[in-house]
């Protein structure tokens, strides 16, 4: 029987298996990370090897410098990870993997890596969208959570309102027309000069604002579920580019301050105004955003609002290891040994 043969035997196997163990990796922009995850709710271990320290001398994330270090480091972090959860790699069901979306270098890396050790193990491989991933973070966070709900996904790369009707059903109900917040904010803490990563400095400063700037900014899409904050974006940058070139004082916290609150008012008042299930699920690096949590905590709507620990906000594989679990559940995302990576993705798929 050839590797494609037992992969699929084994696939349908693990939907009836008691305890499914898997070895998930994560590998989509500046963090190398493996996991083992049980039953997509169990975290066994999660290692995460940033590179933060590396890109904060160029302002931003170096695709060749990222792929590179994902290299060098993605056999340590294995063996870390292993080391934690106390487990061989015999003790493996099936390997995941994010293939998309991301930086095409750096995702290669990840896939040909768990390419390589599913092919060795004889075990499934499973193609997992980083998209859906930041969803299953929830899953790990908050035991009690199922579908359906209304997730809002607040990431360096995408900014959307999903319908999450299954585990693996998913309808787009808003989407950006333009930049994704988490890019928002880290071009104006860059025009800021703050470092990188701009979207926790921004945070962080914020909370020393104490007036509230006009920026020369209305919001062109009020009346839709579709988010823009280009718009946002250049009117700040504008703001600050002016009092620099006039040579007149500003304060960078009360810009921190008023911008945060402009953009953090486009995703609460959206993500309220489109929650049909009376349960709101956030989900990305930008769910991390201490007055996004505390606008989302505190709202009148009398909907439930579930969040992850602060942890699996950002990039890792737990939470790719949480929603393979539920790929195999679907009989979705099985991939062959001719699996690439693809830098974007569609999150309905």
């Known amino acids: 029987m050839n590797y494609d043969e037992l992969s699929k035997l084994k696939f349908e196997q693990l939907k009836t298996k008691k305890n499914v163990l898997i070895l998930s990796i994560e590998s989509s922009c500046d963090e190398t990370s493996i996991a083992l995850v049980e039953n997509g709710r169990n975290v066994l271990s999660n290692i995460v090897s940033s590179q933060i320290d590396i890109h904060k001398l160029y302002g931003g994330v170096v695709p060749e410098i990222a792929s590179r270090n994902h290299i060098q480091n993605i056999s340590t972090v294995l063996n870390d990870a292993l080391i934690d959860a106390g487990k061989n790699l015999s003790d493996i069901d099936a390997v995941a ?104 400095n921004i945070d962080k400063l914020a909370k020393q604002g104490k007036n509230v700037i006009k920026f020369n900014y209305h919001s062109p899409l009020k009346n839709s579920l579709n988010f823009s904050f280009s ?54 690096g930008v769910g991390a955003n201490s007055r996004l949590r505390e606008r989302l905590s505190n709202n009148q709507a009398d909907i439930n609002v579930y969040m992850p620990e602060l942890k699996y906000c950002t990039d890792n594989a737990a939470m790719i290891g949480s929603i393979a679990y539920y790929y195999i559940q679907a009989g979705k995302g099985l991939a062959d040994l001719t699996l690439t990576a693809t830098p974007t993705v569609n999150i309905n798929d």
Request: with cysteine; net charge positive; glycine share 10%.
């Open 97 to 200: 993997v994010t293939f998309g979306a991301g930086l095409i270098g750096a995702l290669l890396v990840g896939v040909n890596f768990a390419k390589t050790l599913a092919y060795s193990l004889k075990i499934p491989l499973i193609a997992v969208s980083h998209v859906h991933g930041h969803i299953g973070a929830n899953y790990i966070s908050h035991k009690d959570l199922k579908p359906p709900f209304t997730c809002l996904m607040v990431s360096g790369g995408h900014t959307a309102l999903v319908d999450v009707q299954d585990y693996c059903k998913f309808n787009l109900i808003g989407t950006t027309v333009d930049d994704s917040v988490g890019e928002c904010f880290d071009k104006v803490a860059r025009v800021l000069g703050l470092s990188y990563p701009g979207g926790p």
């Open 231 to 284: 718009g946002l974006k250049t009117a700040v940058v504008n703001y600050v580019h002016n009092k620099e070139q006039k040579g007149e004082n500003f304060s960078k916290a009360d810009v921190a301050c008023s911008f945060q609150e402009l953009a953090v008012d486009e995703l609460f008042s959206k993500a309220i105004k489109g929650c049909k299930y009376k349960t709101l699920v956030v989900a990305g």
